[in-house]
């Protein structure tokens, strides 16, 4: 997939006490939420721990999955003028909070819950060590 967005996008940081991003999306991951969007409304992201699908971000109409305490809030991209919050369990935080993560795109079919889907891509998480 070309993409006209030449790069990545990180979230602003939300974390107490935290002034780096820890969560960016990719110029294809952009453009694929910009083309959900007019279809779904505004986006979130959450990252669960779970089996199956749970190493992949699930994209949800926002509010449509419902956070709480055992929710953080990682960070909240602007993306051309709209807010896109990236949420993971607390339990998966533990795990991965040494780590950055970007969010991108690749062919193949994910989770049915997540709005990509029908689309025959799917979002998928590539990390790496703060360093």
Do not use: N
């Not at 305490?69 to 533990?94: C, N, Y």
């Amino acid at each position: 997939m070309d993409s006209p967005l030449a790069s990545s996008l990180d979230a602003a940081a939300v974390l107490p006490g935290e002034s780096f991003s820890r969560v960016a999306l990719t110029p294809e991951a952009q453009e694929l939420l910009l083309r959900l969007r007019p279809i779904h409304g505004e986006l979130m992201f959450h990252q669960s721990g779970g089996c199956c699908d749970g190493s992949s971000p699930m994209c949800y109409p926002k509010g449509e999955f419902l956070t709480g305490e055992a929710d953080v809030l990682l960070g909240v991209f602007d993306l051309q003028g709209e807010e896109l919050e990236f949420w993971m369990s607390r339990e998966q935080f533990e795990y991965w909070k040494h780590t950055h993560l970007t969010v991108d795109v690749v062919s193949g079919r994910g989770s049915g819950f997540s709005v990509e889907a029908p689309e025959g891509k799917r979002f998928l998480i590539r990390s790496r060590l703060f360093g």
